[in-house]
């Protein structure tokens, strides 16, 4: 009981530190909201603005952000009848942070959108419209804000001309100057080498009146953002030499807006057919009903409603195929320590607990400071690298070849990966914690996604809570084991048979690191497989070296060990190239009927008036593919799909994904899975993580009018 008291104490001093992390300054971004005409007619539609104003240094993004960010979005709240139309975005600025390129505002920036009146609104009282406005603003951190805005604006008679404001003319008239016009000349883009070249026809240019010329994708992954863009002149026009993000699938048409600077005046144009821009986010047209939509859950959820949430998704994560084997081994090095005392058992429980909550913790610390600086992260994105799925492959190999008597530790090696792991002391209890939480950030058990997006989305300290209530769940029943005298107990005694238990349990290890190859397969091209498949057959050449070297005196065995550590230097060798060999998206994502997942296209699909359903996935999250085969793959939940006429996207985060961040955010999740149903313009209903053929047929057969209800 005092073990169990003193981590409840942890986390309540966890919690209690909250009150110490500084609020989020109130003067970083200054927002309102403007009308351009001082009345409104029933039935017309005016122009209205938000208004930012950022405080020096600081940022906010364009709707493509570039390398990281999120743009503005307004949550309306509007009387019924109302409408409010797509944001048109003026020309944003090239942004550098460190190594990354992003797009956006600094100093002020208004955001102009058409409102479309009731027609049955009376003269003579006002026409309240507002909302919540969300943002990331960013200097070298970025920090989430929100403003409450609201506006009221006197209604006129029926019939007649709303007049301007003069008071915000001049602001609406600057707006109107910043919005990038369609070019009246024709544009081209051609492919040189393994680059792009955007050519405008314009030969009324000199090179000696163009300078600074910018061109913003509207797509957020079809250009490497950060690399430069080489401006030429000549007599048939401007070209500027791009740089795409994979040669290999370099569009043909490469919408998006241009921009340079001609005798000193900024001009822009747009380039290209602009996507259909996602209408103004959650219109509230009409109260909510009582069975809206839930909320997302940074809305409903408390710190201790998504700590007790964490702390049985941990629990639940230890029946997972990633967890499972590590625990097994763990267990059976605890049956060695059935005949020692009581408390050195329950320190190998505790030992074990730390290693989990410590790598739990340094995992969410690291990914809150990669989020605070812009980055688009969620959980699980330390397997998005191909260098640590390759690592975590030769570790788990390593391992399961000493389960097999490939090799045995020895004491030259005790800080190696699966030395560390099967030591009898309590370092091997430790770093078993700490390999158990690597191996189970692919899994999502139910209850996780909702007490993850939380907590990415509170302060520090009470962030660091739920991960740690996450960590305690996934070392609980090892350490209730340790606790528990009975258990103890009822082990049964050591012998011949845990040698024959111990090889049978390297091969569920072989079979993860198969299934990593597998994923390290979708992340990389042929060359990359190969390098990382040769790391593999490297790791068990040092491994065999290493242990032939305990049969050897003098400078043979000096000899076989310089020749597995040099092994092992190859292999740091081949994973350093893995990164620069990253492959496209696989044809498997699009089978099914399926679809790629873009931000565009679910925008038009649900302008078309379909329904929509998304799943989010990736090669890695065990989740998702247990999904997929039991559930998606079904044929009657295919024959449902097309029976109901159902559009079937689906995004892949095996790589990172700006858009599916994006969308994973929105909805309060920091990780896949993540499986979604729009219909028409309605809001998504969000499906549990864990699915089952009868949950994805009751949604999907359900008539549009129950859906809402």
């Not at 966890?14 to 001082?38: H, I, N, S, Y």
């Amino acid at each position: 009981m005092r073990i169990l008291t003193t981590l409840v104490l942890l986390l309540a001093g966890l919690t209690g530190a909250q009150a110490l992390v500084p609020k989020q300054p109130k003067d970083l971004v200054r927002a309102r909201l403007v009308a351009e005409t001082a009345t409104v007619a029933p039935g017309s539609t005016v122009t209205v603005g938000i208004h930012m104003a950022m405080k020096p240094g600081w940022h906010v993004y364009w709707r493509n952000p570039g390398d990281s960010g999120l743009p503005p979005e307004m949550a309306w709240e509007l009387p019924p009848g109302a409408r409010v139309g797509a944001i048109d975005w003026p020309v944003p600025e090239r942004l550098p942070v460190q190594t990354l390129m992003n797009y956006g505002y600094e100093g002020e920036v208004t955001l102009l959108l058409p409102l479309s009146v009731p027609q049955n609104i009376p003269a003579g009282q006002p026409l309240h419209v507002g909302g919540k406005l969300s943002y990331l603003v960013c200097e070298e951190i970025c920090i989430p804000g929100s403003s409450d805005l609201a506006l009221d604006i006197p209604v006129a008679a029926p019939g007649t001309t709303p007049l301007p404001d003069p008071a915000q003319a001049a602001l609406f008239a600057q707006a109107r100057a910043a919005l990038p016009i369609p070019s009246p000349w024709p544009s081209r883009l051609t492919r040189e080498g393994n680059g792009l070249v955007l050519h405008l026809d314009h030969a009324g240019l000199t090179a000696g009146s163009v300078a600074e010329a910018a061109f913003f994708p509207y797509g957020e992954t079809v250009l490497d953002n950060a690399a430069a863009q080489t401006l030429t002149v000549d007599d048939t026009g401007l070209h500027l030499a791009l740089k795409p993000s994979d040669p290999a699938t370099a569009p043909s048409e490469l919408p998006g807006v241009l921009a340079f600077s001609e005798n000193g005046t900024r001009r822009a144009f747009v380039i290209g057919v602009a996507p259909a821009a996602a209408p103004a986010a959650t219109v509230m047209a009409e109260p909510a009903p009582a069975s809206a939509p839930v909320p997302a859950p940074e809305e409903t959820l408390t710190l201790w409603s998504a700590a007790g949430f964490a702390l049985l998704g941990g629990l639940v994560l230890n029946l997972m195929p990633c967890v499972f084997p590590v625990l097994s081994i763990k267990v059976l090095s605890l049956v060695k320590q059935a005949g020692q005392s009581r408390a050195r058992v329950r320190i190998h429980g505790l030992a074990y607990t730390a290693g989990v909550l410590a790598s739990f913790l340094a995992l969410a610390g690291l990914l809150m400071a990669l989020k605070s600086g812009g980055a688009t992260l969620g959980w699980g994105f330390q397997l998005q690298s191909p260098i640590v799925v390759a690592l975590l492959a030769y570790g788990l190999l390593a391992m399961g070849l000493s389960l097999s008597g490939v090799w045995h530790l020895g004491g030259g090696v005790a800080g190696i990966g699966d030395g560390l792991t099967r030591r009898s002391g309590y370092q091997g209890s430790f770093f078993t914690g700490v390999l158990a939480t690597l191996v189970a950030t692919p899994c999502t058990a139910p209850f996780m996604g909702a007490a993850v997006g939380f907590a990415l989305t509170q302060p520090p300290a009470a962030g660091l809570t739920v991960f740690a209530s996450l960590g305690l769940g996934l070392a609980l029943p090892f350490l209730l084991l340790t606790v528990w005298p009975g258990a103890l107990r009822l082990m049964p005694r050591p012998g011949a048979w845990m040698d024959t238990l111990k090889g049978v349990l390297a091969f569920p290890v072989y079979a993860t690191v198969a299934w990593l190859v597998w994923v390290l397969a979708q992340q990389v091209g042929p060359n990359g497989l190969l390098a990382g498949l040769a790391g593999l057959v490297l790791v068990g050449f040092a491994a065999w070296a290493w242990e032939r070297a305990r049969f050897f005196d003098g400078w043979s065995g000096g000899l076989a060990r310089v020749t597995a550590l040099a092994a092992l230097l190859a292999v740091a060798g081949l994973v350093t190239v893995l990164d620069g060999e990253r492959a496209t998206a696989g044809p498997s994502l699009t089978t099914g009927g399926f679809e790629l997942f873009t931000q565009a296209r679910l925008d038009g699909l649900r302008d078309d008036g379909r329904t929509v359903f998304v799943d989010m996935t990736a090669a890695w999250c065990i989740t998702c593919q247990i999904n997929e085969r039991t559930t998606l793959s079904r044929d009657a939940v295919r024959r449902a799909f097309h029976a109901n006429d159902v559009a079937l996207l689906r995004g892949d985060w095996t790589n990172q994904n700006p858009e599916i961040t994006a969308l994973l955010e929105r909805y309060g999740r920091s990780g896949v899975p993540l499986y979604l149903v729009y219909r028409g313009k309605a809001e998504a209903v969000v499906l549990p993580q864990i699915l089952t053929e009868g949950i994805v047929l009751a949604e999907i057969e359900k008539r549009p009018g129950l859906a809402q209800r």
